[in-house]
């Protein structure tokens, strides 16, 4: 698959390098930039904002407000991934800001992310490690996404994602991309690349972005041997994406489509 889209990043610095990596295994064209200064004109050829919250730092606070904006303003799409919301103050503060001043066209978060921003009190956050089931995360996906007019996408044992309108629900995955640190925010730079590339319908390319980080993530899994682990998994998700074609997502997607 090739999605032709520059994709610009604000995201942390933990998992950089495999954003920047997914985003070309794509077909994309990855950006990084904390340069407040080059804002506007990288934006004004840029075919999708993602902004990650994980890496939290003073100045990355005030950049993605006023990029976000930015963005808004020159029909950019916006990706937010809410990394570990509920786990500060401070970033429950910075969600609250963004949501306030900037149109998101998705917002992916795992299940305590996206109930911190719906309001609902998580007593066992673990932000960016939420191992949270919710039986009513699909009525969350669809009533949030009316309220912030955003597609939302749930990541978890089950992934769900709405537009207030339509809501599919992803079997797709495996226990494993747990073990990877920054399968998440890889999965927030998927939809992105093809949001950018495809901005007709946001919500099937925030769900074509969900799929095909499980897709990817399963088949990375059925090749392991058993002397290879985590380290070898990462690195064939990364391979299965760049060789991923649409017989392979017919042949795998588990996906279920609800009222």
């Known amino acids: ?18 954003c920047a990596n997914i985003t070309l295994a794509l077909g994309g064209s990855p950006l990084m930039s904390y340069c407040k200064e080059e804002l506007r004109e990288i934006l004004s050829f840029s075919s999708a904002l993602v902004i990650n919250i994980g890496t939290m730092e ?20 916006v990706i937010l991934d809410p990394v570990g919301a509920g786990a500060s103050a401070s970033r429950e503060n910075l969600v609250k800001k ?26 066992n956050n673990k932000g960016v490690d939420s191992v949270e089931e919710f039986e009513n995360s699909s009525s969350l996906a669809k009533e949030l996404a009316i309220e912030l007019e955003s597609v939302i996408a749930i990541t978890g044992k089950e992934d769900i994602v709405s537009d207030g309108k339509r ?10 991309l747990r073990k990877v640190t920054g399968t998440g925010c890889m999965t927030a730079s998927l939809i992105g690349t093809i949001c950018g590339a495809y901005r007709e ?12 980080m499980g897709i ?32 392979k997502i017919r042949e795998n997607i588990k996906i279920n489509f609800e009222n």
């Not at 698959?1 to 495999?18: A, E, K, L, P, Y």
């Not at 003073?58 to 799409?77: D, Y």
């Not at 809501?167 to 494993?176: E, F, H, R």
């Open 1 to 18: 698959m090739q999605m032709v889209s520059i994709v610009f990043h604000i995201t942390n610095s933990v998992t950089i390098n495999d």
């Open 58 to 77: 003073s100045k990355m606070c005030e950049m993605v407000v006023e990029a976000g904006k930015l963005a808004n303003e020159l029909n950019v799409p």
């Open 98 to 123: 963004l949501i306030s001043n900037v149109k998101f066209a998705v917002i992916k978060g795992n299940l305590a992310e996206i109930k911190t921003i719906a309001g609902i009190k998580n007593e």
């Open 167 to 176: 809501v599919c629900k992803i079997k797709n995955g495996t226990p494993l």
């Open 201 to 212: 319908d946001i919500y099937e390319g925030a769900t074509l972005g969900v799929v095909l």
């Open 216 to 247: 990817a993530g399963e088949i990375a899994e059925k090749s392991l041997t058993s002397e290879e682990g985590s380290g070898t998994f990462r690195m064939r998700i990364i391979d299965n994406i760049f060789n991923m074609t649409e017989e």
